[in-house]
């Protein structure tokens, strides 16, 4: 069964500290890694799809990498606006076109 | 920004109720899907749907729930009889092509008293 690992399950950092949250990941052959923004209470929003390892992906102040095992979502310099949690998925390639979902990193910008 | 919709946007029923939730998909997608969130707890894959049949649903699918496509233009989401633990948030996704990004819906909050 795929698996999704997201690490650290919370993260609090000041304004402009930059970091970066991991998503390890075990699938039967990956179709595509896709990172998400949800905001409490609200749907999950479209970041990011990976598709191969080495590739990466950027927008605004978030970057997206991806290797054979895991991908990174690296922050840099951070606003209160990022709050949010992140989430990873992943879909494989057995047929089924589901998203496979990690339980989040819940992100905290404090001023 | 094309964008789907949900209602309603909380729900609150009696155990063993029926509940229909609806979803108003991206109008040019073909490939419609169901997720749940229980409280504190990761998006979980219900169902997926396309060209007017379930292509895939996950174990929680039982007989309890079905989907539907009953004008072209909103898809449903039925539970026939509530339980407790039905209380969830319910997303519906859609997608233009198989492997293509889902943009999900806000979502409908049920909670099942």
């Known amino acids: 069964e795929d698996q999704v690992t997201q690490s650290p399950e919370a993260l609090r950092l000041q304004e402009g500290e930059s970091s970066s949250l991991n998503c390890s990941y075990t699938?039967?052959?990956?179709?595509?890694l896709f990172w998400y923004r949800q905001d409490p209470g609200k749907g999950p929003e479209f970041l990011f799809t990976l598709y191969s390892a080495g590739e990466e992906k950027e927008k605004e102040r978030l970057k997206a990498t991806l290797t054979k095992k895991e991908s990174f979502l690296h922050i840099t310099a951070p606003k209160p606006e990022d709050s949010a949690t992140y989430l990873c998925?992943?879909?494989?390639?057995?047929?089924?076109?589901?998203?496979?979902f990690g339980t989040g990193t819940r992100l905290t910008v404090i001023p | 920004e094309p964008e789907v919709t949900q209602t309603p946007s909380h729900q609150v029923t009696q155990m063993g109720q029926e509940v229909i939730l609806r979803c108003v998909p991206i109008s040019n997608h073909l490939y419609f899907y169901w997720y749940r969130q229980i409280l504190g707890q990761k998006v979980e894959f219900l169902v997926s749907f396309y060209n007017n049949e379930i292509s895939e649903k996950s174990e929680i699918f039982d007989d309890q729930f079905s989907v539907e496509r009953p004008d072209g233009s909103n898809f449903t989401l039925k539970i026939r009889s509530t339980k407790l633990e039905d209380s969830a948030m319910y997303f519906c996704a859609t997608g233009l092509g198989l492997t293509d990004t889902q943009y999900f819906g806000p979502g409908t909050r049920l909670t099942v008293l």
């Open positions: 998925a992943v879909q494989d390639q057995t047929g089924a076109n589901n998203l496979f």
């Open positions: 699938v039967s052959g990956l179709r595509g």
